[in-house]
């Protein structure tokens, strides 16, 4: 049982961990300009739910698994996920606005956001794969 | 000054004119030249004198300029022309002619750059021209600079030099250097010092000595003056205007250039560029375009060039006139070249060798010398120079001490300085930087920094608690704009720069960019001077020689390439044509719009101005309106009238015919003119209140998609169906409150949507808003906002009620009518390397990092832009910005319009200080106001503005100012800052406590976005003046007309008394207050009433009477109407309680019911830095 909420969380960290990649590449894309602000936008913001749903899962399977470090290691990233994206001002196109995503420095936040990201879900997979492993010895 | 004739006199003439005078007036330059040239040249001398002895001359040619006034156009062409193509003439022609040889000289080259060239003024151009055809233009460089003289001449050339002989003869025979001669000796020997100093200085000196400041202002004065006055040192726009002033100007410009040269040369030893800049803005001013064309020699220039290097000028001064101006050729080469003896530097060398020679000699007393020489001229044409901080500027560099500098760090004590105010408004300082740098910078009106010396790091900006950020106005209408067809664009090969006058010649092959700082090659294209129509100096190209110019796009320019980058998803349109110019009206025709009464107005502007719509014989015009459904108007050539088809499936909008809605303008005229007159009876009758904004703009999107262009939409009330509805959001009883301001961002996205889609196909959308009731501007915007069109608010519009409304409305549809427009545009703002753009501000859609993308761009809109520094600046004395806006003109041509601007890179905090400009600090501290009370909220963004203050205070105390002293100590360069940030808090757009209404105040966020700073600074710090007291001190005399010139005055209730009338400018409105015991014959003089109550109540023009000062306070307003895009309205208020309040509320530094007075602001600013 164990080892099949690992195997899924590993799952599922590894889409998330694809998706800060994508999330990366696009940004600095943009960043070089290789494509324009609304491609990369609207590219974007397509994920930006499947994003928070994914993060959502895994604190959810933890939570329901009662890992109670993992839950807590998962909680903060998946309250920022859901609080960013409800604190999308009303007159923005998503939490990637192309009119101002060149603006105030956002690229730069947006890429450093999705860096720290990565790195986490990196973490992240290690402790599911250890976990998983050692669920799967266990049984 | 006498003989025209005489400049035209060509170097080789000067030369040995400059010899005689030497005789008498100066003896140490004249042998001392000849002599050390040689021994330290000995290979020219090997090489063959000829090509050295034309050089030689050519600097006392630049000198000679200045003295005579005008016609020296042609002359000095064909004295180029001479100089570099017929270094063998020049040989001949001596020996044919007898000259008198006053060079002592022992060197051979004292005899050849004799007579021949200044006598054959208009002749021998027509020889070159001859020549020039014989040979493709550049096939055969060698002809141009004559290498031969240098390596054993290859059969052609000598075959080319042959015929020169030939043709000599002709060239000969026009005698003319009789009167002129004389003169000549006392120009140009002052040019002797600058060059020495040239020699002299070594190449690391950038800045200027004290010497040469008085040139500078002495050029760029009148050189502003006469051709664009916009554009000038900053603010007198009369001047430029006048024609009287013209003269003068046109003498200072020449006689500038001289100077010029000089200082050049003493530059020269930094770089290249620097005087690539220097000449080129003289040039075309200094010379009266009318001399220019009249030359025949010139004209046939022109041909000739034409293949391969032309120039098209549509403005009136233009290139063409550019080419004109005398470009007295040679300029000193840099000094790689002196080391080089590259084959090129023929051209240059000759200056050289002199700068070289005399360098020894003279160049202990150069710069005195200058002294004397700039301050003559700066007397004689002293008289169109307005502008006092400038003068006073020049005095410091006369002085040699950097007193504008020391001025501005004057620490002032704002708790016990009262006025602060200048006599007149402020100007744009000045960065600190070389004459010549200056004299080409870019014009502060065009493109201005808030710090003009730019700090080296990011740590020492911080530490000044300035913003940094430029200001743009980049599509300003020019008076005079040098226009350049070439076929090939000189960029940088890896930022892609346009070359500029700030970049670095490493040799005549070779430049070094100068954001970037990579070694590029110069294209043989380049080599030719259309300007000087001579061949190897690049650096006297004009695009080198100013900050702005504009290129006639070749097709790499093209849409196609373009419009894939801007829009990815559309493979539809690649590579098309220039668009046609293509104006869509889109007009509200519900019961509301026809209370309001716009429709008969608009009909009978647009009627009026139907021929003005900028266009060519492509334009296309269509009309659009709605109110719950959608009408199109099919305006086919061939119907009998127009017919209108209407949609009333608002959900899902539809094209009812494809190519019929829109219409050639000239096919259909008749049919458009018939729609305008029945449009308004029309709809007279319409009950529908309801109005679908949304479809409406979704069914012009999809009208214009295909060409892309213009829409203007007018609006009257909230949008209430389809798509884009809205509800109200503005409570009216928060409209004074305290709290926060609620919606200000938009309630949702499909307008920004809908504007990008708009964007991408390159269509703007500009927006008219005339509504009593709330509208929710705040959303509707948007489609303006991203798709670079501008908005225009009318609150409380109604044609009889409001006639203030229906005026303005009225004047400014005609300037929106008929200005210029530019077209599927993209904006590009490059800048030194270490520097980068981190924010955005104004109406455009930012595609990429540094590329704005605006579908449509119009003369009225500025931008700008917040910049941080990334990287260290320390490499490097100067910091550029390049903004360059690639657009099609209204004739549907691609063309490019660079600006540069160059600023001094600066370690110390106190000269960051000191270059701080204030207006524009307030106006980019405004900016990012605007969107902070949209990010975030209201009471931040007052916060951060006061927070500024605060900061900016604390920082100098702390940091620069040692005096111990208490009380609130800033910078005299920012003495104004408080006022400005008060100011600021207490405009519409920020301000608490006081009744707004939403709509307003988002209208006054939206101009603090999109206004030129001057306009800005205008309605946020207003310019008060007294008038009935107005004396002629100081007046300025334009044409005929005297416009006195009143002191400003602070705007508080107690500088305004009530036996006085007052003058208040607002930018867009002026207000003339007349107090209750103001003298009766001001009134009845001015307004021709005979006392204070038979003013009627809503006056808004100045009769136009012959009295005296009648004529004096109109001259004062056109002067200050004078070049503003929009007319102003004129209000006179009277004294007395019901409009008394529209006046008063701009007196900015009295406490209002819900601010503080100035006095109190500086004590809160005081209270917090002690915090």
């Given at each position: 049982m164990e080892a099949a909420v690992f195997i899924l969380s590993l799952v599922d960290c590894c889409a998330l961990i694809f998706l800060s990649v994508y999330f990366i590449i696009t940004l600095s894309d943009l960043e070089c300009d290789y494509i324009n602000a609304r491609a990369c936008c609207s590219k974007l913001n397509k994920w930006v739910i499947p994003e928070m749903v994914g993060q959502c899962l895994s604190t959810m399977l933890m939570l329901v698994s009662m890992h109670w470090f993992i839950f807590l290691l998962n909680l903060p990233v998946a309250v920022w996920d859901i609080y960013r994206y409800v604190k999308v001002p009303m007159g923005n196109m998503g939490v990637f606005d192309p009119t101002e995503i060149h603006n105030r420095g956002q690229l730069k936040s947006h890429m450093k956001e999705a860096m720290i990201k990565l790195g986490y879900h990196l973490l992240c997979f290690f402790i599911y794969l250890y976990s998983m492993i050692l669920a799967l010895i266990n049984d | 000054m006498s003989a025209p004739g005489f400049t035209n006199l060509s170097s080789s003439v000067n030369y040995n004119q400059n010899s005689t005078p030497n005789g008498g007036d100066a003896p140490p330059y004249q042998n001392g030249p000849a002599q050390t040239y040689q021994s330290m040249y000995p290979p020219t001398g090997c090489y063959g004198a000829p090509p050295q002895h034309q050089s030689y001359p050519t600097i006392p040619a630049h000198s000679t300029p200045a003295p005579s006034k005008a016609s020296m156009t042609n002359s000095v062409h064909s004295a180029n022309y001479y100089q570099s193509n017929h270094q063998q003439q020049q040989q001949q022609q001596q020996q044919q002619r007898p000259v008198p040889q006053h060079h002592v000289a022992p060197s051979p080259y004292s005899a050849p750059p004799s007579q021949p060239v200044p006598s054959s003024g208009p002749v021998p151009p027509h020889a070159q021209y001859n020549q020039q055809l014989q040979h493709p233009p550049y096939a055969t460089p060698g002809s141009y600079y004559g290498p031969q003289s240098y390596h054993p001449p290859p059969a052609q050339h000598t075959s080319q030099q042959q015929q020169q002989q030939q043709q000599q003869p002709t060239l000969v025979p026009a005698p003319a250097s009789g009167p002129g001669a004389p003169l000549h000796p006392i120009v140009s020997y002052p040019s002797a010092p600058g060059n020495s100093q040239y020699g002299t200085l070594s190449s690391s000196q950038n800045n200027t000595t004290p010497g040469v400041l008085p040139t500078q202002m002495g050029a760029p004065l009148h050189q502003y003056s006469t051709s664009r006055p916009a554009s000038t040192t900053a603010a007198q726009p009369g001047y430029g205007v006048a024609p009287p002033s013209q003269l003068v100007p046109t003498v200072n410009g020449q006689g500038s250039t001289v100077h010029q040269h000089y200082d050049r040369s003493c530059q020269s030893s930094l770089s290249y560029n620097t005087y690539s800049g220097a000449e080129a803005d003289q040039l075309p001013s200094g010379t009266p375009s009318t001399s220019v064309h009249s030359s025949p020699g010139h004209h046939q220039g022109g041909d000739t060039s034409s293949s391969s290097t032309g120039s098209a000028s549509p403005v009136p001064n233009s290139y063409d006139s550019l080419e004109g101006g005398n470009f007295p050729d040679s300029m000193p080469p840099s000094n790689d070249m002196t080391n080089q003896a590259a084959p090129y530097g023929s051209y240059g060398y000759p200056n050289m060798q002199q700068g070289y020679h005399q360098g020894p000699a003279s160049h202990a007393d150069s710069s005195p010398s200058h002294d004397p020489y700039g301050q003559s001229s700066y007397q004689q044409y002293s008289q169109p120079f307005p502008n006092l901080?400038?003068?006073?500027?020049?005095?410091?560099?006369?002085?040699?001490?950097?007193?504008?500098?020391?001025?501005?760090?004057?620490?002032?004590?704002?708790?016990?300085?009262?006025?602060?105010?200048?006599?007149?408004?402020?100007?744009?300082?000045?960065?600190?930087?070389?004459?010549?740098?200056?004299?080409?910078?870019?014009?502060?009106?065009?493109?201005?920094?808030?710090?003009?010396?730019?700090?080296?790091t990011q740590t020492l900006l911080n530490k000044a608690r300035l913003p940094l950020g430029l200001l743009l106005h980049p599509f300003r209408d020019l008076q005079q704009l040098p226009v350049i067809t070439s076929n090939t664009i000189v960029r940088c090969r890896s930022c892609r720069t346009y070359i500029n006058p700030f970049v670095t010649f490493l040799d005549q092959r070779r430049w070094k960019c100068n954001l970037c700082y990579r070694v590029n090659d110069v294209p043989d294209e380049f080599m030719y001077n259309p300007v000087t129509r001579s061949y190897g100096e690049p650096h006297k190209r004009?695009?080198?020689?100013?900050?702005?110019?504009?290129?006639?796009?070749?097709?790499?320019?093209?849409?196609?390439?373009?419009?894939?980058?801007?829009?990815?998803?559309?493979?539809?349109?690649?590579?098309?044509?220039?668009?046609?110019?293509?104006?869509?009206?889109?007009?509200?025709?519900?019961?509301?719009?026809?209370?309001?009464?716009?429709?008969?107005?608009?009909?009978?502007?647009?009627?009026?101005?139907?021929?003005?719509?900028?266009?060519?014989?492509?334009?296309?015009?269509?009309?659009?309106?709605?109110?719950?459904?959608?009408?199109?108007?099919?305006?086919?050539?061939?119907?009998?009238?127009?017919?209108?088809?209407?949609?009333?499936?608002?959900?899902?909008?539809?094209?009812?015919?494809?190519?019929?809605?829109?219409?050639?303008?000239?096919?259909?005229?008749?049919?458009?003119?018939?729609?305008?007159?029945?449009?308004?009876?029309?709809?007279?009758?319409?009950?529908?209140?309801?109005?679908?904004?949304?479809?409406?703009?979704?069914?012009?999107?999809?009208?214009?998609?295909?060409?892309?262009?213009?829409?203007?939409?007018?609006?009257?009330?909230?949008?209430?169906?389809?798509?884009?509805?809205?509800?109200?959001?503005?409570?009216?009883?928060?409209?004074?409150?305290?709290?926060?301001?609620?919606?200000?961002?938009?309630?949702?996205?499909?307008?920004?949507?809908?504007?990008?889609?708009?964007?991408?196909?390159?269509?703007?959308?500009?927006?008219?808003?005339?509504?009593?009731?709330?509208?929710?501007?705040?959303?509707?915007?948007?489609?303006?906002?991203?798709?670079?069109?501008?908005?225009?608010?009318?609150?409380?519009?109604?044609?009889?009620?409001?006639?203030?409304?229906?005026?303005?409305?009225?004047?400014?549809?005609?300037?929106?009518?008929?200005?210029?427009?530019?077209?599927?545009?993209?904006?590009?703002?490059?800048?030194?390397?270490?520097?980068?753009?981190?924010?955005?501000?104004?109406?455009?859609?930012?595609?990429?990092?540094?590329?704005?993308?605006?579908?449509?761009?119009?003369?009225?809109?500025?931008?700008?832009?917040?910049?941080?520094?990334?990287?260290?600046?320390?490499?490097?004395?100067?910091?550029?910005?390049?903004?360059?806006?690639?657009?099609?003109?209204?004739?549907?041509?691609?063309?490019?319009?660079?600006?540069?601007?160059?600023?001094?890179?600066?370690?110390?905090?106190?000269?960051?200080?000191?270059?701080?400009?204030?207006?524009?600090?307030?106006?980019?501290?405004?900016?990012?106001?605007?969107?902070?009370?949209?990010?975030?909220?209201?009471?931040?963004?007052?916060?951060?503005?006061?927070?500024?203050?605060?900061?900016?205070?604390?920082?100098?105390?702390?940091?620069?100012?040692?005096?111990?002293?208490?009380?609130?100590?800033?910078?005299?360069?920012?003495?104004?800052?408080?006022?400005?940030?008060?100011?600021?808090?207490?405009?519409?757009?920020?301000?608490?406590?006081?009744?707004?209404?939403?709509?307003?105040?988002?209208?006054?966020?939206?101009?603090?976005?999109?206004?030129?700073?001057?306009?800005?600074?205008?309605?946020?710090?207003?310019?008060?003046?007294?008038?009935?007291?107005?004396?002629?001190?100081?007046?300025?005399?334009?044409?005929?007309?005297?416009?006195?010139?009143?002191?400003?005055?602070?705007?508080?209730?107690?500088?305004?008394?009530?036996?006085?009338?007052?003058?208040?400018?607002?930018?867009?409105?002026?207000?003339?207050?007349?107090?209750?015991?103001?003298?009766?014959?001001?009134?009845?003089?001015?307004?021709?009433?005979?006392?204070?109550?038979?003013?009627?109540?809503?006056?808004?023009?100045?009769?136009?009477?012959?009295?005296?000062?009648?004529?004096?306070?109109?001259?004062?307003?056109d002067w200050l109407q004078d070049n503003r895009a929009f007319s102003s309205m004129m209000h006179v208020i009277k004294d007395d309680a019901s409009t008394k309040v529209t006046f008063f509320q701009h007196m900015v530094e009295d406490r209002s019911e819900s601010a503080s007075s100035y006095h109190e602001f500086l004590q809160q600013v005081q209270q917090q830095m002690s915090k």
């Open positions: - | 901080s400038q003068l006073s500027a020049a005095l410091g560099g006369l002085s040699g001490v950097p007193e504008l500098e020391v001025e501005a760090l004057t620490p002032i004590n704002l708790l016990q300085e009262r006025s602060l105010l200048p006599p007149r408004p402020l100007e744009a300082p000045e960065p600190n930087l070389s004459p010549e740098l200056k004299k080409v910078n870019c014009s502060p009106q065009t493109f201005r920094c808030t710090l003009t010396s730019i700090p080296q004009p695009e080198v020689q100013n900050a702005t110019v504009e290129f006639i796009a070749s097709s790499d320019y093209m849409v196609g390439t373009k419009r894939l980058q801007v829009n990815d998803n559309s493979t539809t349109n690649q590579l098309r044509p220039p668009q046609p110019a293509a104006y869509l009206f889109v007009l509200d025709v519900s019961h509301n719009a026809v209370e309001s009464g716009y429709l008969k107005y608009f009909c009978d502007s647009l009627m009026e101005n139907l021929d003005k719509l900028p266009g060519d014989s492509r334009t296309r015009v269509g009309f659009l309106t709605f109110d719950n459904t959608i009408h199109f108007y099919n305006l086919q050539e061939g119907l009998s009238q127009p017919q209108m088809l209407v949609v009333s499936d608002i959900d899902d909008v539809f094209i009812p015919s494809n190519d019929s809605l829109m219409v050639n303008l000239k096919e259909s005229k008749e049919l458009v003119k018939d729609l305008l007159t029945s449009l308004p009876a029309m709809f007279s009758q319409s009950r529908e209140t309801q109005s679908a904004l949304g479809p409406a703009l979704q069914a012009a999107f999809k009208l214009m998609s295909p060409t892309g262009g213009r829409i203007t939409v007018f609006q009257t009330q909230l949008p209430t169906l389809g798509a884009g509805a809205l509800q109200s959001r503005e409570d009216p009883n928060q409209r004074s409150s305290n709290k926060g301001v609620q919606h200000l961002g938009p309630a949702t996205d499909f307008y920004k949507k809908l504007a990008l889609d708009c964007s991408g196909q390159q269509i703007g959308v500009d927006l008219f808003l005339l509504s009593s009731q709330y509208t929710d501007l705040a959303s509707i915007s948007c489609i303006s906002k991203y798709s670079a069109g501008s908005i225009f608010y009318y609150p409380s519009f109604h044609f009889i009620h409001n006639p203030a409304q229906l005026e303005k409305f009225q004047r400014d549809l005609d300037r929106y009518l008929s200005r210029k427009i530019g077209f599927e545009a993209v904006m590009r703002i490059r800048c030194t390397k270490g520097l980068s753009i981190h924010t955005f501000h104004g109406n455009f859609f930012v595609r990429s990092t540094d590329l704005l993308s605006l579908a449509n761009v119009n003369p009225d809109s500025a931008f700008a832009v917040q910049m941080s520094i990334e990287d260290s600046l320390a490499d490097s004395s100067l910091a550029c910005f390049q903004a360059a806006l690639l657009y099609t003109s209204s004739k549907g041509k691609r063309r490019i319009r660079v600006h540069t601007l160059c600023l001094p890179v600066v370690n110390q905090l106190s000269d960051v200080y000191a270059g701080a400009d204030v207006q524009a600090i307030t106006c980019l501290l405004a900016n990012m106001a605007i969107d902070r009370s949209i990010t975030s909220s209201l009471s931040d963004a007052r916060d951060a503005l006061v927070n500024a203050v605060v900061d900016f205070a604390s920082a100098y105390k702390s940091n620069v100012s040692n005096l111990q002293q208490s009380g609130l100590v800033v910078p005299a360069a920012m003495c104004l800052f408080p006022i400005y940030i008060l100011a600021l808090l207490k405009q519409k757009a920020l301000r608490t406590g006081t009744s707004t209404r939403l709509d307003e105040r988002v209208f006054a966020m939206c101009e603090f976005k999109t206004q030129p700073l001057e306009q800005l600074m205008r309605m946020v710090h207003p310019d008060l003046y007294r008038l009935d007291n107005m004396s002629d001190q100081g007046a300025l005399h334009l044409n005929d007309t005297v416009v006195p010139q009143p002191h400003l005055l602070h705007l508080s209730a107690e500088n305004i008394s009530r036996d006085g009338a007052f003058l208040l400018d607002c930018g867009y409105v002026f207000y003339l207050w007349i107090g209750k015991c103001c003298n009766d014959m001001f009134i009845r003089d001015v307004l021709g009433c005979t006392n204070f109550a038979s003013i009627p109540p809503n006056m808004s023009h100045i009769p136009e009477l012959e009295t005296p000062l009648s004529q004096r306070v109109r001259a004062l307003l």
